[in-house]
């Protein structure tokens, strides 16, 4: 699976270069080499897979046992400039539960350098970013889980931060709220912002960006954009959908292939459902059918080519 | 840009001391000394120095100022280590140290001035109607108190801070330290007494004849030789090395929050 992770770039804004780091004798991460540029880039596995480990090594909460890391071509465990440019949202659920959220974002400004009022200023600016505006003079002890998210987003933006790791920052918020969420990151890359968004659940990421890196039991199985990963996944067979009025006529012909491996007629609609080895001959094969008019396509979809495949393949392996 | 996250660590020591739940025990400490002088001033007939010296030596010194500022020492990394806060401080621009050592800073000060707020109560309960003379003589003995108690908390403090830099649960340790430790050893005799602040405290208070042990044997156990300046001396390095292995160990120490296999 070495062709899935690419080697590192000069303008990756984070590398780890054969990073592993150990929890006593549990391995947290192992030999990783990754490295992420500008853009919003998903860094998807299951729990447990080492997702929060990378997180807390690029903010310099934990130090690499072996290999190198560097954010901003800084280390960020002895150098602590880096959080100039760095915004965290970590995945804990903390916070000084007697103030409000303005307090705690003014808080979290003027640890970052800036003067009283400037940190006002830019609290109620990035609170308001974060739809947190007219609440944010209540108690934070009172918040619901998504408020509290929103507070700790707000404090990770409040420096404007160049690169902004979020450790599962969808958590516990409600699915307008997540949509709120994801237009920000969306817009805060599209910026030319470096955004790592960590989670668990795979359409939240494919919703968010076509960029990936999937982590499980602590090594990296696959990094880039989610098609060329799935392109790279050889003998994985593809699961099309071909919408079709003729569907026995295309059965027939699709049947015959030998790089077809199962096919199957749903039951209520006009549509056949062919699994392949080799997506492409079906398409050139399905080309000709319409070319040649023996039968026509209205619609052509992979129906596995999303994250959720792509992960299952790659874990199996 | 360091002025103002040296700020904000004093307001969250401010914040710790006086905003938190535990803002209780900032009033305990103000208003307990108080009351306990109350009974002996309205049905004691002993004169109100020897109350007062009593009350330093038995309750500020070998109660409330190790326990207070043990505890409050500790707490300045505790209470972000146990409420998973310490994540703010590390990922800020100014570097793990800044804000964590005016905070430190901040719970020292109110430290300090709740414990002079308590002495004062103290003072004004003892000496409340007696004449200005009697008050006036007694001020420089506030004074000397203030300072050996001031030195006691910082060192205390600086002790809790450094325990709680050293384990997660730093109290249990301080308390076994305070209460056991800086008992027994006052009352052995030989050099093992250096290892009390306690000790030091009590060189430098300015009530003690009043209220040294009356027994012969025990007294001979607790004599010291040591004098205001080795005793000022002592609490300094106290201090000193306290802090500089605490900022050694936070400056290598990983902090996980959760368990690795869960957190990951």
Same mark, same amino acid.
């Given at each position: 699976?070495?062709?899935?992770?690419?080697?590192?770039?000069?303008?990756?804004?984070?590398?780890f270069s054969h990073v592993s780091k150990w929890y006593k004798d549990v391995i947290g991460i192992n030999q990783v080499t990754l490295?992420?540029?500008?853009?919003? *880039?998903?860094l998807?596995g299951p729990n447990g897979a080492g997702k929060s480990t990378m997180m807390k090594l690029?903010?310099?909460?934990l130090r690499p046992d072996t290999g *190198?890391m560097?954010?901003?071509?800084?280390?960020?465990?002895?150098?602590?400039?880096?959080?100039?440019?760095?915004?965290?949202?970590?995945?804990?659920?903390?916070?000084?539960?007697?103030?409000?959220?303005?307090?705690?974002?003014?808080?979290?400004?003027?640890?970052?350098?800036?003067?009283?009022?400037?940190?006002?200023?830019?609290?109620?600016?990035?609170?308001?970013?974060?739809?947190?505006?007219?609440?944010?003079?209540?108690?934070?002890?009172? @918040?619901?889980?998504?408020?509290?998210?929103?507070?700790?987003?707000?404090?990770?933006?409040?420096?404007?931060?160049?690169?902004?790791?979020?450790?599962?920052?969808?958590?516990?918020?409600?699915?307008?709220?997540?949509?709120?969420?994801?237009?920000?990151?969306?817009?805060?890359?599209?910026?030319?912002?470096?955004?790592?968004?960590?989670?668990?659940?795979?359409?939240?990421?494919?919703?968010?960006?076509?960029?990936?890196?999937l982590i499980h039991h602590g090594r990296i199985l696959?990094?880039?954009?989610?098609?060329?990963?799935?392109?790279?996944?050889?003998?994985?067979?593809?699961?099309?959908?071909?919408? *079709?009025?003729?569907?026995?006529?295309?059965?027939?012909?699709?049947?015959?292939?030998?790089?077809?491996?199962?096919?199957?007629?749903?039951?209520?609609?006009?549509?056949?459902?062919?699994?392949?080895?080799?997506?492409?001959?079906?398409?050139?094969?399905?080309?000709?059918?319409?070319?040649?008019?023996? @039968?026509?396509?209205?619609?052509?979809?992979?129906?596995?080519?999303?994250?959720?495949?792509?992960?299952?393949?790659?874990v199996?392996? | 840009?360091?002025?103002?996250?040296?700020?904000?660590?004093?307001?969250?020591?401010?914040?710790?001391?006086?905003?938190?739940?535990?803002?209780?025990?900032?009033?305990?400490? /103000?208003?307990?000394?108080?009351?306990?002088?109350?009974?002996?001033?309205?049905?004691?007939?002993?004169?109100?120095?020897?109350?007062?010296?009593?009350?330093?030596?038995?309750?500020?010194?070998?109660?409330?100022?190790?326990?207070?500022?043990?505890?409050?020492?500790?707490?300045?990394?505790?209470?972000? /280590?146990?409420?998973?806060?310490?994540?703010?401080?590390?990922?800020?621009?100014?570097?793990?140290?800044? /804000?964590?050592?005016?905070?430190?800073?901040?719970?020292?000060?109110?430290?300090?001035?709740?414990?002079?707020?308590?002495?004062?109560?103290?003072?004004?309960?003892?000496?409340?109607?007696?004449?200005?003379?009697?008050?006036?003589?007694?001020?420089?003995?506030?004074?000397?108190?203030?300072?050996?108690?001031?030195?006691?908390?910082?060192?205390?403090?600086?002790?809790?801070?450094?325990?709680?830099?050293?384990?997660?649960?730093?109290?249990?340790?301080?308390?076994?330290?305070?209460?056991?430790?800086?008992?027994?050893?006052?009352?052995?005799?030989?050099?093992?007494?250096?290892?009390?602040?306690?000790?030091?405290?009590? /060189?430098?208070?300015?009530?003690?004849?009043?209220?040294?042990?009356?027994?012969?044997?025990?007294?001979?156990?607790?004599?010291?030789?040591?004098?205001?300046?080795?005793?000022?001396?002592?609490?300094?390095?106290?201090?000193?090395?306290?802090?500089?292995?605490?900022?050694?160990?936070?400056?290598?120490?990983e902090?996980l929050?959760d368990d690795p296999a869960r957190s990951q």
């Amino acid at each position: 699976m070495s062709t899935l992770v690419p080697d590192l770039k000069p303008d990756d804004v984070i590398q780890f270069s054969h990073v592993s780091k150990w929890y006593k004798d549990v391995i947290g991460i192992n030999q990783v080499t990754l490295g992420i540029g500008p853009g919003v *880039t998903g860094l998807l596995g299951p729990n447990g897979a080492g997702k929060s480990t990378m997180m807390k090594l690029m903010t310099g909460q934990l130090r690499p046992d072996t290999g *190198t890391m560097q954010v901003a071509g800084k280390n960020p465990w002895n150098d602590s400039t880096v959080f100039r440019e760095m915004g965290y949202c970590p995945d804990t659920d903390s916070f000084y539960e007697e103030m409000n959220a303005q307090q705690f974002v003014i808080l979290m400004g003027r640890m970052a350098g800036y003067s009283a009022a400037e940190s006002r200023r830019r609290a109620e600016e990035s609170l308001a970013r974060v739809s947190m505006a007219a609440h944010m003079k209540r108690k934070i002890r009172g @918040y619901s889980k998504g408020m509290r998210q929103r507070t700790k987003l707000a404090a990770a933006l409040i420096h404007d931060p160049n690169i902004l790791i979020l450790d599962e920052p969808l958590n516990g918020l409600d699915p307008m709220g997540r949509h709120e969420m994801l237009t920000l990151f969306k817009e805060l890359g599209r910026s030319g912002k470096t955004v790592l968004v960590s989670s668990h659940i795979l359409h939240e990421i494919e919703n968010l960006t076509q960029q990936i890196a999937l982590i499980h039991h602590g090594r990296i199985l696959a990094e880039g954009q989610i098609e060329d990963i799935r392109a790279l996944i050889e003998n994985q067979p593809l699961t099309l959908r071909v919408e *079709t009025p003729d569907r026995h006529r295309v059965g027939a012909e699709l049947a015959a292939m030998e790089t077809v491996s199962s096919l199957s007629y749903a039951e209520d609609d006009n549509s056949v459902v062919v699994r392949s080895n080799r997506p492409e001959s079906v398409y050139e094969t399905l080309q000709t059918g319409v070319v040649e008019r023996k @039968y026509s396509v209205d619609g052509l979809t992979a129906l596995d080519d999303n994250l959720d495949a792509v992960f299952s393949y790659l874990v199996k392996e | 840009m360091i002025t103002n996250a040296l700020s904000a660590g004093w307001t969250l020591g401010t914040h710790q001391v006086f905003a938190t739940r535990r803002k209780w025990l900032s009033v305990i400490v /103000v208003l307990l000394p108080a009351l306990v002088a109350l009974p002996p001033r309205l049905f004691s007939g002993s004169p109100p120095a020897f109350i007062y010296g009593q009350l330093v030596m038995t309750l500020f010194t070998a109660i409330l100022v190790p326990f207070v500022a043990i505890f409050w020492g500790g707490a300045v990394i505790s209470d972000e /280590v146990e409420g998973k806060t310490l994540v703010y401080l590390w990922t800020r621009p100014t570097g793990r140290m800044a /804000v964590l050592a005016s905070k430190l800073v901040a719970v020292f000060f109110w430290q300090v001035l709740l414990l002079l707020a308590a002495l004062l109560g103290v003072f004004l309960v003892l000496y409340a109607g007696r004449s200005s003379l009697t008050v006036q003589s007694e001020l420089q003995a506030l004074a000397w108190d203030l300072l050996g108690l001031g030195g006691g908390a910082a060192a205390y403090g600086a002790l809790g801070f450094f325990l709680a830099a050293l384990v997660k649960k730093p109290l249990g340790i301080g308390l076994v330290y305070i209460f056991a430790w800086d008992n027994i050893v006052n009352y052995l005799p030989g050099y093992l007494k250096m290892t009390s602040i306690r000790h030091f405290i009590m /060189v430098l208070k300015s009530q003690g004849p009043s209220i040294e042990p009356k027994n012969q044997f025990t007294s001979f156990l607790a004599e010291s030789t040591t004098t205001d300046a080795q005793a000022i001396t002592a609490i300094s390095v106290v201090i000193v090395v306290c802090l500089g292995f605490a900022w050694a160990l936070l400056h290598r120490k990983e902090y996980l929050g959760d368990d690795p296999a869960r957190s990951q």
